[in-house]
């Protein structure tokens, strides 16, 4: 072999960055950025309160990264990214510059979402090709319900919290004891079918009682009323996934510097 | 639906840092932690420059995270963290903080690993035994074969950028298409074969006749003595996987503060 391998040098820290109430600035990306988010924030600015400002203008210097949480760099000229990635470092704000990896504080990589599961698969550089490869073979392990039922699930552990609140203790562990027998016996397609009446049966029947009924079982004496109320809450599914990172499905504010006259 | 679901609201940002030279702190932890990494260091010092320093005393103030880049608390006092968590804050540290969400800049998930190959899953906060789970489904899709894989065009790109350099422009174009064809024509298992002659050949006789050979053709017909040598070449990566978080498997130096006298 030529060289160490990453498996023996190391790799990165995969982390979910919570983007919740931060200032994203992005620097450049010029003509791509503008055409791609300047169109989704009008076609949205009825339904959602705009997170982005484009300003069509030059990056002025230190000041502009002053109330920053994290910036971006996609600009042609690596000197001027450079630079800037240098005031951001001497300041302490998270930076990555397009095409530059040594100078970037993070990377990003092949991305699964579905609801609230997030998927990162990383090649640490040796390939974006192979990220995308690896992606399509997890997509085509996932069914398409995990989502789904990560979110009735998330539900379930919400309203079990609140039937039973507190910290730790014994009734901490209980609750967590009895949502992973929840997540180990029930199938993905059983979770799914939690909608809000399963799911306080379930509390009653399986939590009050300190059992966790087999999907079966639970699902064949279900009344055909909260059937109906079942059939009726997967439309709500079926709202599209609006949130992106432009249109602050990530809650940050994205300022844009525009790229012309960078 | 009782509340809105996160596919409405939006997710986290998934990144991969790079904790290459960076300075992480981890108050608390405590008998756990020194009872994981402390013999973990010493077993590798032989090896290993330490990254690790760990310090048996208080949390003296912000002074402590003056030089740090990320920080992490693990302490059974929510109030200490959140005070904590209000210094790096100010200090535009990165902070999580252990059991209490609202607090953190960022989460972690369920990590595969698989030498260059980083895989996170996050249901962003709706159930760790859902990422689990998540993560057991993904890890049968894998061969486990997609680490080396990935490692293997990681050279074949690094010698295709020596053999023909330069950033950008029509050169770089034709590499990155050349790339791309070698990872969609070849399956893992045959990107798994390119021992160091392999990829000698394929450059001489794929990327300057400007075509991509079928693995079939390029095999068969691969001498008798590079296959020796490919068996050889496999013992290397029977190295066993040594760097962790604490290891410094991600170069960063690791200061633990003890949790005791917290």
């Known amino acids: 072999m030529s060289k160490p391998t990453l498996s023996q040098t190391g790799g990165s ?3 979910a960055w919570q983007l919740k109430d931060k200032n994203v600035l992005i620097v450049g990306g010029g003509e791509l950025l503008s055409k791609a988010y300047i169109p989704a924030q009008k076609s949205s600015s009825t339904s959602t309160p705009s997170r982005i400002t484009y300003y069509d203008r030059r990056f ?7 109330k920053m949480d994290m910036v971006l760099t996609a600009l042609d000229d690596a000197n001027r990214s450079r630079e800037i990635c240098e005031m951001c470092r001497k300041a302490r ?10 100078l970037c504080d993070f990377y990003f990589g092949a991305q699964i979402r579905d609801g609230p599961l997030q998927i990162m698969i990383s090649t640490n550089g040796n390939g974006p090709r192979m990220a995308a490869l690896m992606k399509k073979k997890i997509q085509a392990a996932l069914s398409g319900s995990e989502g789904e039922a990560i979110d009735r699930v998330g539900v379930l552990r919400a309203q079990l919290k609140e ?4 910290v730790g203790g014994p009734l901490g562990r ?33 939590w009050e009682k300190n059992t966790v009924p087999s999907p079966q079982n639970f699902f064949s004496n279900h009344s055909r009323a909260s059937k109906i109320s079942l059939q009726l809450s997967h439309v709500g599914d079926l709202i599209p996934f609006i949130g ?13 510097l525009g790229h012309r006259h960078v």
């Open 93 to 102: 704000i998270a930076v990555n510059a397009a095409d530059i990896p040594d």
């Open 244 to 256: 992106t990172f432009a249109l602050g499905g990530l809650c940050a504010t994205l300022l844009f």
């Open 60 to 66: 002025s210097g230190p000041a502009e990264i002053h």
């Open 174 to 206: 209980r609750r967590m004891k009895w949502m992973s027998e929840v997540c180990n016996t029930w199938e993905i397609d059983d979770l799914t079918k939690l909608d809000d009446a399963a799911i306080t049966k379930l509390l009653d029947e399986g």
């Open 13 to 15: 820290l995969l982390i």
């Open 163 to 166: 039937r039973s609140p507190g």
